[in-house]
């Protein structure tokens, strides 16, 4: 038997030369990453990029070529139970077609955890990670009833319940409003998890994240830090908008602006370069 690593402590992921394949394509290939312990990677992309995919396949939901690795161990030799308490992974939508409290959501998380029904500390990790998020009001709510950023805070306090040493998310701040979209990330930080999160929003990522990898046409196009790649060409490239990045109000690090690219000359609007992907 492969043991998982402990619940609780900071472990290193790594990914070598990942490939998935979905239906009769390729889409993603020769992706490598090395996430050190604690570490929060931001994972950037265009429409239809792979990030899912490549989230997927670091949960273990996906058959993969390659290996990821959690600490030393390959997470294709662990039990689904051990997946399941080393990788908590939070998809981009969690379906509310069905009555469940709240409360009994955020248990869901537990389930990796459970011998025979429900603990006291199963009770009390709940309550915690509810407070945490800021959603203890809503535990005796119909999960349904709530609006989009109020389940997206939920479906978070699930995750946290499953105690996993590695979180993947999904977009996690679909939904949000901008003040809970800070805490969101900053609550990741916070709970000191090696993380790994697709995000949409450049500018987050850039403050949020200390490293960023950003896929494009099924492979991956950079990776290193927010500022060695979010650079004016990789954004031109990848995203077909100008970048413009300027010092922070604050004077702590840089924000990124962002602006269409103009029109061509023959006044063709320039096509999203995800629009132009070529992987077969
Ligand atoms: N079940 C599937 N079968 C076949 N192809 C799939 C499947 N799921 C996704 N794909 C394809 O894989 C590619 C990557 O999709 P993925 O959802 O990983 O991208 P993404 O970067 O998360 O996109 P978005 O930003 O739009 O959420 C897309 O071209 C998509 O059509």
Request: overall charge negative.
């Amino acid at each position: 038997m492969v043991a998982a690593p402990p619940r609780g402590c900071q472990v290193r992921l790594t990914v070598n030369d990942l490939g998935v394949r979905r239906g009769s394509k390729q889409v993603l290939r020769n992706v490598s990453l090395d996430v050190p312990d604690g570490a929060v990677l931001g994972v950037l992309g265009g429409n239809g990029g792979g990030k899912s995919t490549l989230l997927g396949a670091l949960s273990r939901l996906l058959p993969i070529t390659g290996s990821v690795r959690v600490g030393e161990t390959e997470l294709s030799a662990m039990r689904r139970e051990e997946v399941a308490r080393t990788v908590a992974h939070m998809a981009q939508e969690f379906s509310a077609d069905f009555e469940m409290l709240v409360y009994d959501v955020v248990m869901l998380g537990r389930t990796p955890h459970a011998a025979w029904g429900t603990s006291d500390r199963d009770h009390a990790v709940v309550m915690a990670c509810l407070e945490r998020v800021g959603a203890l009001g809503l535990a005796m709510h119909s999960f349904a009833d709530l609006s989009g950023g109020e389940r997206q805070r939920v479906t978070f306090a699930r995750i946290l319940a499953q105690d996993a040493p590695v979180l993947v998310l999904d977009e996690p701040t679909n939904h949000l409003d901008i003040a809970h979209q800070f805490e969101l990330l900053r609550l990741v930080r916070a709970t000191g998890r090696t993380s790994v999160i697709a995000l949409h929003d450049l500018d987050l990522a850039a403050r949020s994240c200390d490293l960023v990898a950003v896929l494009h046409q099924g492979t991956r196009y950079a990776y290193g830090t927010p500022s060695e790649v979010l650079t004016e060409q990789t954004i031109r490239t990848v995203f077909g908008v100008h970048a413009t990045a300027v010092p922070a109000p604050s004077g702590a690090g840089t924000r990124l602006l962002l602006d269409p690219l103009p029109r061509t000359d023959s006044g063709e609007e320039p096509t999203p370069p995800h629009q132009k992907e070529t992987t077969a």
